[in-house]
């Protein structure tokens, strides 16, 4: 399913549309058209949901009136072993699967309550 870029990702400033592919129930994968170069996600019911408000300015902008339309999505990236695995939990991808809008979405932690999030992680 292609989707139009409504608010840009990061590292894909000038990038207007993606494709989108679900892997599974919890993986799906973007890709960029021209060169395509693939992004993997998580979706966002895959672990303990952190809930936030999304501005009206990026409603609009994805044409949002119905937030059942909506899937969140945390960019996954898959390093050699899974210890070094990564996930970008306060920039989700959000895709407005009504409008076939998407965008990227940066959360701050402080407004989230949760600024002592990255003490409570392991150290590696």
């Known amino acids: 399913m292609k989707f139009e870029v409504a608010v840009p990702l990061d590292g894909f400033k000038d990038e207007k549309e993606f494709i989108f ?13 021209e060169e395509q170069k693939e992004i993997r996600l998580m979706s966002f019911g895959a672990l303990k949901n952190i809930s936030f408000t999304l501005p009206d300015e990026f409603m609009n902008k994805l ?14 990236v898959l ?21 076939l809008k998407m965008g990227q979405i940066h959360l701050d932690a402080n ?12 150290k590696l």
């Open 21 to 33: 592919k679900k892997v599974d129930d919890f993986f799906s994968t973007i890709t960029t058209i």
């Open 111 to 122: 407004d989230l309550g949760l600024e002592n999030f990255d003490a409570l992680l392991p």
């Open 63 to 76: 044409e949002i009136t119905n937030m059942d339309d909506i899937s969140i999505y945390y960019v996954f």
């Open 79 to 99: 390093q050699g072993t899974n210890s070094e695995n990564s996930l970008n939990t306060f920039s989700p991808i959000i895709l407005n699967n009504k409008s």
